[in-house]
Every structure is written in structure tokens, then in C-alpha cells.
């Protein structure tokens, strides 16, 4: 069973940048898509940010938009979610997902990185 794993959240002040980064433990990886999400105390988990595999087609939540870059290597078995002018909203735990070939849901996730940003 293929796994993702993820690393770079921390605390960071407001303003700060902070770079995540999500490696799946076993090539080759065949994937649809594969994204970003978070989950901040007391609300529900939403996808920030996402890229399709077969071309590179990104999509951004409208409060990470303009702020925040997804990416992948060409492999495509990672990804990083480079994170720019952070505020207090942006804390929560960080998920990385894949929606493998064949499934129609993000059905492997990782373990979640937090990032805490301080005012």
C-alpha cells in the first residue's frame, strides 16, 4: 500500500513563507490528481489546492489564491505547496491526497503536517 508522507509545516510568524512537501513511499505512483488540504480547530477539512497529473492543471481555494503554488517533480510522486505571506488563518494540519487511476475520491492521504502562523 503506497504512502504519503509529508514534511515542512512549523510555526512561522505573519508574513512568513513555508514550504510543504509530500513524497509517496513507492514509484510508480499513477495518479489523477494530487492536492493539498488542511483542516483548521472546529471546522471541516478543505482542499487548498490541487494538480492534475495528466497536464499540470492547478486549482486554488480563493483564500489561498495568488498566495500559494502547488508543484510536483517529474516523477509525479511528489508534491509541495509553497506557502507565502501566511496569516493566523492559515493555521491548521495540512494534508496531502492523491486520487489514484481508477478512483473518483483522493483515497490515499497522509498524516498531516501542522503549521501554526503567529500574529
Known amino acids: 500500500q503506497v504512502q504519503l508522507v509529508e514534511s515542512g509545516g512549523g510555526v512561522v510568524q505573519a508574513g512568513d513563507s513555508l514550504r510543504l512537501s509530500c513524497a509517496a513511499s513507492?514509484?510508480?505512483?499513477?495518479?489523477?490528481?494530487m492536492g493539498w488540504f488542511r483542516q483548521a480547530p472546529g471546522k471541516e477539512r478543505e482542499l487548498v489546492a490541487r494538480?492534475?497529473?495528466?497536464?499540470?492543471?492547478?486549482y486554488y481555494s480563493d483564500s489561498v489564491n495568488g498566495r500559494f503554488r502547488i508543484s510536483r517533480n517529474r516523477a509525479g510522486n511528489s508534491v509541495y505547496l509553497e506557502m507565502n505571506n501566511l496569516n493566523s488563518e492559515d493555521t491548521a494540519v495540512y494534508y496531502c491526497?492523491?486520487?489514484?487511476?481508477?478512483?473518483?475520491?483522493?483515497?490515499?492521504w497522509g498524516q498531516g503536517t501542522q503549521v501554526t502562523v503567529s500574529s
Open positions: 491526497a492523491a486520487q489514484r487511476v481508477g478512483s473518483s475520491v483522493y483515497d490515499v
Open positions: 513507492r514509484r510508480p505512483f499513477a495518479t489523477y490528481a
Open positions: 494538480i492534475r497529473s495528466s497536464n499540470g492543471e492547478t
